[in-house]
């Protein structure tokens, strides 16, 4: 596992534990302005003074007074962003449902290949999502009819949830219209009605996570990016009468680093704290009926449905489970999975849930669709992690930087915020490859990146294509490359040699194998010939 990665500015108000000192930790992933809005601060306005000086005078009003000049401190706002390299620029292209993973540019019309789409497993053109959601439209109409307490509630929501409940095992779920959604509801509605609740948020949590949290007004603490040993040391310093949460993910999606969840559930246990869990970017990924990082760990287990007597697995110990439908799922929604009790106190008290019109009905068909498919069909996640491993074995060849982690996410380095747009722009105008830049604040200054995203359908000659892309530009540009950035420090050569979390057994690689294996052999029926037959018509 690699080591931790920290943002590379704490913030002014990080609740740290006095009594620990500090072990070196790695630079890195997300930027420090997410930890920081995490924190509690007094209530402050804007200096209208320092604000004004950043704008052209404005006229004064009726009364002889000037008013705050509002569009001219908004256009100052993004010239500094433009400035900085982190103003945000769109792509508009149009998704080919026939022709996954390919796009078409709206302004020239040409076809670009897609690496950093999260519809992981090209469910969003999938026929048996396509052909649920056509139903449901013809049968309920576009709209759910309100929220669910009003004219919003429908048999297809009661599905829906009970296959999420079934899919982590747990006793009930509760659907929301996007995962952000569901994240700040519950943990906002969980840290304001636990008496006395303090919530232990790992640095990385996602922007939905640490919103919730800060909404709930409860007392928090921020615990090193899986440092495990920051974790126990925050958690001892309470009673275990105390109510806790630890908040976590189990993916983290802009640096791919992997939870170590079985130890955090141990000093949930040891320490009597709960544990909510996002496994956002798992869901369809990983595991045999594609229900995350959690029930990977438990791969024989799960796969063979046979559950010995008083055995619990490494999901069954994580209390609440928060999960997307937005991406390997290929819908849109969020939903948390726990115990009836926890379910029926959050239907029922948070505000988020309460006051929020109800999914679309034909979303919410093809949620489940998808949901259905991917416990049966292990076969597109096989194709995506087999091809995940084939390019980062690639690049690894060539010295591009990748940073080292065992998920399916491949997080390039540039380091620069220019300069990682300037880069997408020639994969985009002269190769015909679209990947994203990240740039501030969503990482820190200095750690701009492209997350590239494998999918099942990235054949070997479309990873050659990128690959050798990225070489030619890496060259012509003179970029850092992956021995440069661990000269620096960003990773060490034990980070590098870790392997993926999926196995080559688990893929169907080994050689002990042979290709008559009944399990290789459902790789294929199962889902991977399938798929590519009616993606590409």
């Given at each position: 596992m690699p080591l931790a990665l920290r943002p590379q500015v704490l913030s002014r108000r990080s609740h740290v534990f006095p009594a620990i000192k500090r072990s070196t930790i790695k630079r890195c992933c997300y930027s420090s302005l997410a930890a920081e809005a995490f924190q509690p601060a007094p209530v402050s306005y804007p200096d209208v003074a320092t604000a004004s000086k950043r704008s052209p005078a404005v006229t004064p009003s009726v009364t002889g007074l000037s008013s705050f000049p509002y569009e001219d401190f908004y256009h100052s706002v993004l010239d500094e962003k433009r400035a900085d390299g982190s103003y945000r620029y769109f792509r508009s292209i149009t998704r080919l449902q026939n022709q996954f993973?390919?796009?078409?540019?709206?302004?020239?019309?040409?076809?670009?290949?897609?690496?950093?789409?999260?519809?992981?497993?090209?469910?969003?053109?999938?026929?048996?999502?396509?052909?649920?959601m056509k139903d449901a439209l013809q049968r309920y109409g576009a709209n759910s009819g309100g929220s669910r307490n009003i004219a919003g509630h429908s048999p297809l929501v009661e599905k829906l949830e009970t296959t999420i409940a079934e899919l982590h095992k747990k006793p009930a779920a509760l659907y929301f219209s996007s995962g952000f959604a569901a994240n700040e509801a519950a943990l906002c509605t969980l840290g304001s009605q636990l008496p006395g609740c303090v919530i232990f948020s790992d640095e990385l949590n996602h922007a939905s996570m640490i919103e919730g949290i800060r909404h709930s007004r409860a007392k928090r603490h921020i615990w090193k990016h899986n440092d495990i040993d920051h974790l126990e040391a925050l958690l001892a310093s309470y009673p275990k009468q105390v109510p806790k949460i630890i908040a976590f993910e189990s993916l983290y999606s802009m640096c791919g680093t992997i939870a170590p969840i079985e130890d955090i559930c141990d000093l949930a246990e040891r320490y009597g704290a709960i544990t909510f869990m996002d496994e956002c970017h798992a869901i369809g990924l990983y595991g045999p009926h594609g229900a995350g990082v959690a029930e990977h760990l438990d791969f024989a287990v799960h796969q063979s449905n046979q559950y010995g007597s008083g055995t619990r697995t490494i999901m069954d110990r994580v209390d609440i489970i928060a999960g997307s439908t937005s991406k390997g799922l290929g819908t849109m929604g969020g939903y948390i999975a726990a115990s009836k009790q926890l379910i029926d106190m959050i239907r029922s008290v948070s505000r988020g849930f309460i006051f929020t019109t109800t999914q679309s009905p034909a979303i919410m068909a093809g949620a489940h669709a998808a949901i259905q498919h991917q416990m049966r069909n292990i076969g597109d996640r096989v194709a995506l992690q087999r091809n995940v491993a084939a390019v980062k074995r690639k690049m690894a060849q060539f010295g591009l930087p990748v940073l080292p982690n065992r998920s399916h996410l491949v997080p390039v380095m540039v380091g620069d915020a220019e300069l990682v747009r300037y880069v997408a722009d020639i994969l985009f105008d002269e190769y015909s490859i679209y990947v994203q830049p990240i740039n501030s604040p969503t990482v820190a200054v200095s750690q701009e990146r492209f997350?590239?995203?494998?999918?099942?359908?990235?054949?070997?000659?479309q990873q050659d294509v990128l690959v050798g892309a990225l070489v030619e530009i890496w060259a012509r540009l003179g970029l850092r490359k992956a021995s440069d950035w661990q000269n620096e420090g960003m990773w060490d050569a034990e980070d590098a040699a870790i392997n993926q979390l999926w196995t080559d057994e688990q893929l169907g690689l080994t050689r002990s194998k042979p290709v008559t294996d009944d399990y290789l052999q459902s790789l294929f029926r199962e889902g991977v010939h399938d798929t590519l037959l009616s993606s590409r018509g």
């Open positions: 993973p390919f796009a078409e540019c709206s302004r020239t019309r040409k076809r670009v290949n897609v690496w950093c789409s999260n519809d992981y497993l090209a469910m969003g053109s999938s026929p048996v999502v396509m052909t649920a997350r590239i995203s494998p999918t099942g359908f990235h054949d070997a000659a």
